[in-house]
């Protein structure tokens, strides 16, 4: 970040601790798109009747090369917003999104429809924790989790289940979305 990071508190005492949080936070976005001009964070407390509590909001203003990223929600229908944290949490969120989609937008990069798709056989279940390991033909283990496979068909999995899927990069290794079952009963594609 080129220049520092502005917090303020409204109607509501200045916290160290939340301060903390949003220099984590702030820092973060950094590794996501790392030509960020500024950033100013605004948290406020608006005042409530005491038997509807308060509901926090989190203003997040972004200056970028060509622009301005601008997050502010609403918390008014979402009462985990009482607690700061999880306001601070989905205000960053959003806002790691609206710099990733700049940051592509800045590379010239654009979605294809056409995803490539790979092979592989389910090696790895674990049905109550609800995720598996597939390994492909070369001998790479991808993640997948229960929501991944399509058709809702996780249940239908075995060990041995030769599966289709698409090949992503997650945080903490190769994991697979677009999961589906390759058979005689499923389809390919």
């Known amino acids: 970040m080129e220049s ?19 220099r984590e936070k702030a820092t973060k976005l950094d590794t996501v798109y790392d030509r960020i001009m500024s950033c100013r964070v ?17 203003h997040i203003d972004l200056t970028v090369p060509q622009g301005e990223l601008i997050v502010s929600r609403d918390p008014k229908d979402n009462h985990a917003h009482e607690d700061v944290y999880v306001a601070i949490r989905d205000a960053f969120r959003a806002a790691e999104r609206q710099l990733e989609d700049y940051a592509r937008r800045q590379r010239g990069l654009v979605k294809t429809h056409e995803t490539p798709q790979s092979l592989g056989k389910v090696t790895k279940l674990f049905p109550e924790e609800g995720y598996g390991i597939i390994t492909t033909p070369d001998g790479v283990d991808v993640y997948f989790h229960r929501h991944s496979v399509v058709e809702d068909a996780f249940s239908k999995l075995e060990v041995g289940s030769e599966v289709r899927f698409v090949l992503s990069m997650g945080e903490k290794g190769p994991q697979a979305s677009t999961v589906s079952i390759v058979g005689k009963h499923h389809p390919t594609r």
Not at 7 to 22: H, L
């Open 4 to 22: 520092p990071l502005q917090i303020t508190f409204r109607d509501m005492d200045p916290s160290a601790a939340i301060e903390e949080r949003i």
């Open 42 to 58: 605004v948290i406020q407390a608006p005042h409530r009747h005491h038997h509807k509590g308060k509901l926090y909001n989190v």
